[in-house]
């Protein structure tokens, strides 16, 4: 099975370029990368993986992480120990911090024609989501997919909202204007943990959905998981 390593950082203090160090390999821990789970910790958490070059040379393949209410996330792209790229991203920074315009975190894994080193630095409440690589064209789909049944959930929620708030007006009754409140509330409360507001609304004003009680979302349509990826071990 397909393994990252992981290593937590309680002072928030490491930069990758410690973290590269051979010194701090023996502080790596293993983990599956559908098993990631670090909630209620203060401490800062380094992933870090290898992908084996793949026989398909034409494909372009992304990294998803689909828990879009991390708070503060840093991908980095190395050959060797050195630093090729990096983007900072999160839910507390605004949507155009992303590298691809997605709801979840997405990134491109450029170098699949050689051995590739990634390491990705999280911060967060409550980290609780797997790793999926994709291949480009099938995420696209499925991401397509995805925006249609949102679009659908939103209209209805909207929908049953109208109803039921008119009929609190129609016929004076607290019943439909709780039940109204209770719609709207829940279908904001999908529209921040989802990333949608921050997708289409409160771009540049992440601070706007914040709201605590939040809900992660985990794709299970197929997918292909760093497990299925060529293995470096």
Known sequence: TRQVE???DKTNNLTIHDVIKKTYNDKYFTLK????????????????FKIKPTEDKQSVWLLEIPEPTICKLNFYRLNGIELVSQSSTGET???KSRELNYGNFVFKLENMSHD??????MKSAKI???LI?????????????STITTGIFYGISITIFIFAFVLSLLFNERSYFFFALFIISFAFSMFHADATGLQYIWRNYPST?????????RLNSSHTDISRMPSSA
Request: no cysteine; hydrophobic share 30%; glycine share 2%.
């Open 6 to 8: 992981i290593l937590e």
């Open 33 to 48: 990368a559908d098993e990631l789970d670090f909630r209620f910790s203060k401490s800062t958490f380094w992933i870090r």
């Open 93 to 95: 920074m605004p949507f």
């Open 116 to 121: 590739s080193i990634y390491y990705i630095k």
């Open 128 to 130: 609780s989501s797997p």
């Open 133 to 145: 690589v994709w291949e480009e064209n099938s995420y696209i789909d499925n991401n397509n997919y």
């Open 209 to 217: 959905g914040h709201i605590r009680d939040r809900k992660s979302t």
